[in-house]
């Protein structure tokens, strides 16, 4: 897993948390009556939900850019290789 693949995961796993923080105070502003909390938990739980979706992305990014970096290595070594078949 390279460096920005890793670096996605944890922008996915931080999201989460976030997301998972603002249900909780999305509950508890709830049950205690308090509408000020309710809203914040509401506001965290979908930062948390869009942070996790862009460490998503900058995952596939990274898996994408890695594969085509792979794609080029292999078509440079066909080239270069005069035994490869065709």
Known sequence: MNSDRLKGKAEELKGKAKEV????????????????AEAEGVVERAEGEVQEKVGQ????????????????????????????KT
């Open 21 to 36: 923080a603002g249900r909780v105070k999305e509950a508890f502003g709830s049950v205690r009556g308090s509408k000020r």
């Open 57 to 84: 992305a900058k995952q596939d990014i990274a898996s994408n850019e890695a594969e085509e970096e792979g794609d080029l290595a292999r078509e440079a070594a066909g080239e270069a290789d005069p035994t490869a």
